[in-house]
Nanobody
Framework: QVQLVESGGGLVQAGGSLRLSCAASGRTFSTYFVGWFRQAPGKEREFVARISRSGSTTVSAESVKGRFIISRDNAKNMVYLQMNSLKPEDTAVYYC?????????????????WGQGTQVTVSS
């Protein structure tokens, strides 16, 4: 098992930037595929971005492509989500999730380890 803790959320104006962090416990963090997901009130959980074990492969949702960048630092057991050009529709609780499976996909059901989430609010 891996424990995940998100941080870095907050209130930001539209067009601004925010950097989310996901801190993971354990010495086997580098074996996990990690994804960022978000959920707004009354909406389904939505894929945002994912990253492979080494960080060599990254994928972003179309809604955030060109604005959000996912990265990881396995030496620090950290995954980041740099969010630029934020829009009000980006407002949601953001979660990081992990799976040890070799999974090149965005299905949240394949991610079995989840953090508690961090709130991101973008004002217009």
């Amino acid at each position: 098992q891996v424990q995940l803790v998100e941080s870095g959320g907050g209130l930001v104006q539209a067009g601004g930037s925010l950097r989310l962090s996901c801190a993971a416990s354990g010495r086997t963090f580098s074996t996990y595929f990690v994804g960022w997901f978000r959920q707004a009130p009354g909406k389904e959980r939505e894929f945002v971005a994912r990253i492979s074990r080494s960080g060599s492969t990254t994928v972003s949702a179309e809604s955030v492509k060109g604005r959000f960048i996912i990265s990881r630092d396995n030496a620090k057991n950290m995954v980041y989500l740099q969010m630029n050009s934020l829009k009000p529709e980006d407002t949601a609780v953001y979660y990081c999730a992990a799976t040890e499976s070799i999974f090149y996909g965005s299905d949240p059901n394949r991610y079995n380890q989840w953090g508690q989430g961090t709130q991101v609010t973008v004002s217009s």
